[in-house]
């Protein structure tokens, strides 16, 4: 039965990976319409009516969903220019923070059952915030706790390291942001049709970039036999490097680390030799000029980079001894098109070496202990 499931995948991960473009647009069109331009985020409940008066964002998520919630903070500040700030929940819940009615609390969790965001939301409602959950589980527990919910479409994960879950939570962040920016009177009608009009192309946007899966497979295997990886990131694709990083780890057990670019001079250069590959995020909008820097401080050490550009940026590729081209998107989503080939890294890697993809070990899908 498990095999009949996974259709024409080897697993589930692989399988999960190529429904992103379904995912994706079902999580728009879930909370959002073209013709007229709107939003439409029908289980909010009273959280709708509080979004006006909020004077401060806080995110918080675990692993891949705190990912996310970084990118959505950028998302918040840029469109609804409130003050936001992302957090690990396991370190929230035990910090004291300042929270108060005027404070909004956008919790992220996949299942809507991990232990860290449950007690993290605790905490928040004991100060009287406001709270949404983004979740993919209907009727979770968080849906329960918060005051208003955010549901992504991304249908049954099953593999343990998420990856549809990811991209539809910050497609749900990118439109939750929106929504904000509206309630507080920042975001005209015109600017929301140009918002969605760009989100519309993002599912076929990621259907090509799975579509190279091939040509992505080939530079797999160059990092197949490393022992460590550093991905890199600045602005919008920091996030995404901290992602990279965490699939490698999770599925193919390499040592990753995702890392701020512009920290590379402040330690983590002193590692750089030849043993050691770094995947650059240089896409267009990724600070690609400070990102050009670094790849040429890490070449010239003898440090080999893969480059994430966007495609026909023949600059880049010259720098780089490999690249993976994606197409051009918005800035603002461009984290949603760099993260796929990565996903495709870890997995492709991963099998190459043996590995237990969908069930990883020590990890499981739902953290419910601390």
Known sequence: PVTALKGQYPHFMLKEIHEQPEAIADTIWSLATLDPPALYFDDLGPAAERLASIERVVLIGMGTSLHAAMIGQRYIEAFARVPAWSDNASEFRYRDPVLDDRTLVISVSQSGETVDVLEAMAVARQ?????????????????????????????????????????????????????????????????????????AHLPRAVAGIIAQRDAFRKNALRHAQAQHVLFLGR??????????????????????????????????????????????????HALRAKMVSNIEQIQARGGPVTGIVTEGDAELASLCDAVIAVPAVSSWLEPVAAVIPLQLLAYDVAVHRGCDVDQPRNLAKTVTVE
């Open 127 to 199: 100060a009287g915030a406001l709270q949404i959950t983004i979740c993919n589980t209907e009727g979770a527990q968080t849906t329960r706790v918060a005051d208003g919910t955010v549901y992504t479409r991304a249908g049954l994960e099953r593999g343990v390291a998420s990856t549809k879950c990811f991209t539809a939570a910050v497609v749900a962040l990118y439109l939750l942001a929106l929504r904000i920016a509206q309630a507080k009177g920042r975001l005209s009608q015109g600017d929301l049709a140009a918002h969605l009009a760009e989100l």
């Open 235 to 284: 602005g919008l694709a920091f996030p995404v490097a901290m992602e990279g990083a965490l699939k490698l780890k999770e599925v193919s057990y390499i040592h990753a680390e995702g890392y701020a670019a512009g920290e590379m001079k402040h330690g983590p250069i002193a590692l750089i030799e030849p043993a050691f590959p770094t995947i650059a995020i240089a896409t267009r």
